[in-house]
């Protein structure tokens, strides 16, 4: 098979210190590959807010090579079953479920699984959370989709993280009404709890900072986004992106 080139799709963000940790994980991915001898063709894009976008980076690739997009998300939901879906097809790939399909794909293009549900995902949230002591109630929150796949996700990484830490811990979204953070953290305030928030959002932006008053209106601690700050992106991340595009090879 020739050498495949590389796609990295993020959701995109306004958030100057959230676009910067997007491209240094970007970069760290393309370090990792390249020493590998993966691919020698990296290119970074977004599905909304951001360019270059899905179409761009489709573009940019060599169409005469497989070309695979890994979607920097943490749950399957409308951006790749619809906005990568339907970009890849316009593109010249393989429509979705094509089997006996009118579309006949004229372009090697694969779309790669979501960098959730993952064990390492818990791992690295009960990293960013920190010590707990045992009055501790622990939440998960996660952005929160009008697709139950991606929500259903978050709630696989809840349990995840529940069994990592080995105490209960309560899925909850800042986007939807179920479920919903605010909701949560005023049950919590009644009844006098202390709020520990293991925040699974990859970077810093609009739902970080939500999350972030609505917590601190309660007093309660949040966790660091999987990515943040002058920190470098986890080896766990570079390693859940890079298995990702090697599993549709």
Do not use: W
């Not at 997007?22 to 977004?46: N, S, Y």
């Not at 005469?64 to 097809?89: C, F, I, M, N, Q």
């Not at 979204?173 to 953070?181: C, K, M, P, T």
């Amino acid at each position: 098979m020739p050498t495949p080139a590389l796609g990295l799709i993020s959701h995109g963000t306004s958030s100057p210190e959230g676009q910067a940790v997007i491209t240094a994980l970007a970069e760290a991915v393309a370090a990792d590959v390249r020493q590998r001898g993966i691919t020698d063709t990296v290119v970074l894009g977004h599905v909304d807010v951001q360019a270059p976008d899905v179409a761009e980076v489709l573009r940019r690739l060599p169409a005469d090579r497989p070309s695979v997009l890994v979607p920097l998300l943490l749950s399957p939901g409308y951006h790749v079953h619809v906005d990568l879906a339907e970009a890849v097809t316009a593109a010249g790939g393989p429509a979705p479920d094509s089997a006996g399909s009118a579309h006949e794909a004229v372009r090697d293009i694969r779309v790669a699984g979501t960098l959730g549900p993952d064990p390492r995902l818990a791992e690295l949230l009960a990293q960013r959370i920190g010590a707990l002591t045992a009055d501790d109630e622990v939440v998960l929150v996660a952005a929160g989709s009008s697709d139950e796949r991606a929500n259903d996700a978050s709630r696989a990484v809840g349990r995840l993280l529940a069994d990592r830490l080995g105490r209960p811990v309560q899925t909850a979204f800042l986007a939807g009404e179920r479920d919903n953070l605010r909701d949560i953290v005023e049950q919590k305030c009644r009844l006098g709890e202390r709020l520990v928030v293991a925040n699974l959002l990859l970077a810093p932006g609009y739902f970080d900072d939500l999350a972030a008053r609505l917590v601190d209106g309660v007093g309660g601690r949040l966790a660091d986004p999987l990515l943040h700050g002058t920190s470098p992106a986890s080896p766990l991340l570079v390693d859940i992106v890079r298995e990702r595009m090697m599993a549709v090879l």
